[in-house]
Structures are given as C-alpha cells and as structure tokens.
C-alpha cells in the first residue's frame, strides 16, 4: 500500500484512467518537448563554419575535400558559390594544413615544376614546351595577384622559328581574366598586363597581346579605334580641368557666402592640338671677327704685245701721239699696276629652335556662378532674403576672375547671376553604417537568445502543463468519493458545507484505492450528478480545486 500511495503511482494511476487519445497526445509532447531540446542545444553547440578561401578551381577544391577528410576536419561546401567551410577554430590548421600540400592552386604550378623529377629521354620540345607551361602559370599567378581579378589565364604562342627572316613568325599571347563582380581594370592597368606579358617573351610586341574578360569582350587595345580612345581621354582631361576650377571657385566663395549658397559651372574649351615647330634664326647684325687685307703693286714698261690671236694680225689703229716734254724721264711714263684684297670673316649668331607643343592647353575659360540671396535679420527678428547689391556682385566677379586666372585676350567670360534658391525641408540623408547582422558575435547571441527562449517556451507550454494535469488528475481521484456523499448531505446552510468539505478531506483517503479502479465513464457520470443536483457545492468544491492546485 505504501507503494501505491506514493506520488509516482498516484500519478500512474491517473494517467492509465485517462482516454488513450489524451494518453497519445501526452507521450507525443513529452516526445516533442524532448527532441526540440535536444535540437536546440545541439543546434547552439554547433561551431559557426568560416570560409576557408574564396572560390576555387574544381581540380583544387577536390584536393583540399581529400586532405580535410583525411586529417578528419569537418567541412561545408556550397554548391552556388563553390566556397569551402570548415569551423571557425579550424581555419588556421585547415590553412596551414592545406598551404603544406601547395593548395590553392599553386602546387608545382610555376617554374618550381621544373625542378621535379624528369623523365629520362625527354626530347627538347617537350622541354621546350614545358618551360612555356611553366610560364603561362607564373604569369597567370602574377596577374591573379591584383584586386579586381579572381583568377587569370595566359597562353603564350611562339612564333617559327627559321634562318630566314621573311619566314619567322612573330609570337603573340591572350590573356583571359576572370573579374570579381562589380569589379574592371582601368587603362592603365590593362596597360600594365599587356606589358607584363610583352615583356616576358622575346619580340612579343604589346600588339600582340589579347586580354578579354570572363565575357568575351576584348579589354585590350587590339582592334580599338585609336581616335575613339583618345578622345575619351580628351573628354576625362577636359572634366577634370571644369571640376577643379569649379571646386576653386566654391572654396573661396562658400567661407563668405555660406556654404551651399554657391552654384558655380565652369566650361573649358581645351586645345588638343599636336604642333612641333622647328625655327632657324640669324642675327641682324654681324660682327668682323677677323680681317685680312693684301695689297700687291706692280711698276715697269707696258708690254709690247697682247696675247697671241687674231687680234696681232690686225694693223694698229689711230692713236694720238703724245708729246713729250724734254727732260722727262722715262721711268715717269711707266705704266704702273695696283692688285688690293680684302678678307673679312663675321661671326653670324644662328638659333635653332625645335618647339613642340604639348596639347591641353586652354583656349577659353566660360564661368557661369549663381549666387543666392542673403539672409537680413529685421529689428522685429525675422529674417527675410534680400538679393545681394551690384556693388557686392561685382566684388564676387572679380574674385572669381582673380580665381581663375581669367585672361581677356583669350575671350574668357564670367557671369555672375543672383537668385534665390530654393528651400527645401528634406532631412540628410542617415549615415549608412555596417549592417548589425554581418557581424559574427550577433548571430552568437542571437543563437543562445533562441536557445533560451526555446527552452523557456518549453518549460511553460509543454513541461508545466503536463506537471499540472498530472497534479489535477491526482487529485481529482478522492474528489469523486467526496461527490458520491454530496447528494446525501444538507445544503441548507454554508457552514455545513465548509463541514461537509472539511470531512471529504479527512475520509477520502480511504476512497482512493477503491476508486481508481472505477471507469473513467461512471466516475464522470456522477460528478454529471453531483453539478446537476448540487450546483452551489460543485462550485464551491471547483473553486477550492483552483485555489490549491494554483
């Protein structure tokens, strides 16, 4: 008996007197309430998974899934973006244990593949043709290591090789790139790869480097129209000359003004005209540098005759005989011969002048600058927006001229016009930070939160209530002996019935063993008759259960 008035067996008992459909719903809670417990403390001990490294080649992935497996590490792989995961506090080993076996990708990839061991018999075109391989890889590797590009591959080909230079062909080379996404390469950086590999191969010109990305589209200057390409740079050129004038133009106006109360367009016509000069000049005037003067007399008689000819034949003509005095001598009617040169050496000043001229110059400067209205607090405190004076546009004019560097024989231009801005109430706009969930320690928290939780709801929805209906079954058990002396009792005055009450306390204990082996349908047929003839005392009777069962 002592064993069947203990708590465990009363609660057996009740639980056996119950319907098999309530006994059913109750082992299925009991076995819910256990498995989401389970769930949720395994789901919270379950380490968070971290990339291992970003995607990777499928041959590479495949070694890396062996060797994690053998060093028996757990891992994730996702089949969309091809990551690999291993737990947080594995990440180094795995990295470190990966890195030992040449993973990722770079195993032997490079010139160290020509350090292993060689196959005896080898031909030179097969050494040859692995010194390429060897670097198409450490080319690849090299470019691979920019920001914008996940991975890269180059193939390089040689051009023929003859003793006769008509019939060699020339190498050429294509590189394929495979860029993050929202990520490009500026000019200059597919200027830098076209030289990268134009430069590691003899008489590859940069020409004859293709580099296309993971879409197909040529990103090389190959079969690019050079003047499109050039003005493009012309247009970048000419909107960086307008944004820094302007930029000038609010910073010495903002501090006076207010800031925002500027609006200032500059247009620059820019001269991209490509002109080399080359100018010989001599100097007007000359200095002697040196002076030669020879001076040669010759004295004696007239030759008798001329040079031998036709002339000789001919008979003298008339001539006039002169009459000489007497006492003249004869040396005084010699014929006498003076020969004087001059040789002067100038020192001539020649400039040469080769003058080529760079484009991007500035041609004409167009400012157009809108000022606000300024703001005149009243002798009442209000505040109006009055348009500013031409005494004070005309300073601002001025400044800005001074600003610009503006040069009317250019035709440079500036307006200035004052207007009123519009007002607007719009709030700026919230700074945008990191988002709370990209960050690891929340999703910690918020993992042991929904653990918590999970075991509270537990406790109070599943635990509690089947704690209670077990406790109100236990004691519904005496309180149908009490209901079968409730018919015989007098329910003229209430303290009989606290009376009554009382005594169906003290005696049910006597009742409880006979009564649990009733049926369930008897002892609900006469608590139905107990209610139906006495329903002061069943509420009564209901309202004490409440009370201590809480």
Do not use: C
């Amino acid at each position: 008996m002592a064993v069947l008035d203990s708590p465990l067996s009363t609660r057996l008992a009740a639980f056996s007197n119950q319907p098999g459909t309530r006994q059913l719903a109750l082992l299925l809670g009991l076995a819910a309430s256990i498995a989401v417990g389970f769930g949720l403390v395994q789901w919270a001990s379950t380490p968070a998974y971290k990339p291992l490294f970003g995607a990777l080649a499928g041959e590479d992935t495949s070694r890396a899934i062996a060797s994690l497996e053998s060093q028996g590490i757990d891992y994730r792989l996702d089949n969309r973006s091809g990551l690999l995961a291993v737990a947080a506090d594995q990440v180094q080993r795995a990295r470190i244990l990966l890195a030992s076996e040449g993973l990722p990708g770079n195993a032997a990839s490079g010139f160290e593949s020509l350090y292993q061991e060689q196959e005896i018999g080898v031909s030179s075109f097969m050494e040859r043709a692995r010194f390429h391989r060897a670097l198409e890889r450490e080319l690849a590797a090299t470019i691979a290591a920019l920001d914008s590009v996940r991975s890269a591959r180059v193939h390089l080909a040689e051009g023929r090789q003859s003793a006769f230079l008509r019939q060699r062909d020339n190498p050429a080379a294509s590189v394929v790139l495979h860029l993050y996404a929202g990520q490009s390469l500026s000019r200059q950086q597919l200027a830098g790869v076209v030289n990268l590999v134009s430069s590691s191969m003899p008489n590859l010109a940069p020409e004859s480097v293709a580099v296309v990305d993971q879409q197909g589209r040529l990103l090389s200057g190959q079969g690019e129209d050079t003047e499109f390409g050039y003005t493009r740079e012309q247009f970048q050129l000419a909107e960086l000359i307008e944004q820094r004038y302007s930029d000038r133009i609010s910073r010495i106006l903002e501090p006076i003004l207010g800031p925002g109360a500027v609006r200032a367009q500059v247009s620059a016509d820019i001269d991209f005209t490509r002109v080399e000069r080359t100018r010989e000049e001599y100097a007007p005037e000359t200095v002697v540098r040196s002076e030669q003067t020879s001076e040669a007399v010759t004295a004696g008689a007239a030759p008798e005759g001329g040079i031998p000819g036709a002339l000789m034949t001919q008979p003298p003509a008339e001539t006039e005989i002169l009459e000489v005095a007497p006492g003249t001598a004869a040396s005084e009617t010699a014929t006498a011969n003076t020969n004087r040169s001059v040789l002067r050496n100038y020192e001539i000043d020649r400039t040469i002048s080769h003058i080529r001229e760079t484009p991007g110059s500035i041609r004409k400067l167009s400012v157009a600058l809108v000022v606000d209205y300024a703001e005149q607090t009243a002798e009442d405190g209000s505040v109006a927006r009055v348009p500013l004076s031409d005494e004070r546009l005309a300073e601002i004019s001025e400044l800005v001229q001074d600003a610009i560097g503006f040069d009317a024989t250019r035709g440079d231009t500036v307006s200035v016009i004052n207007a009123s801005f519009v007002q607007t109430d719009a709030a700026p706009e919230p700074v945008v930070s990191a988002p709370l969930l990209e960050r690891p320690w929340v999703w910690d928290l918020a993992r042991w939160l929904a653990v918590a939780v999970g075991l509270v709801l537990l406790m109070v929805f599943v635990i509690r209530p089947l704690i209670r209906f077990s406790t109100s079954a236990q004691a519904s058990l005496p309180s149908a002996g009490g209901a079968r002396a409730l018919p015989a009792e007098n329910q003229s005055s209430p303290g009989g019935v606290e009376g009554e009450l009382a005594d169906d306390r003290v005696t049910l204990g006597g009742d409880t063993l006979a009564l649990s082996h009733e049926g369930y349908q008897r002892q609900l047929e006469k608590a139905r008759n107990v209610v139906d003839e006495e329903p002061r005392r069943a509420a009564h009777v209901m309202k004490q259960w409440v009370a201590e069962n809480g």
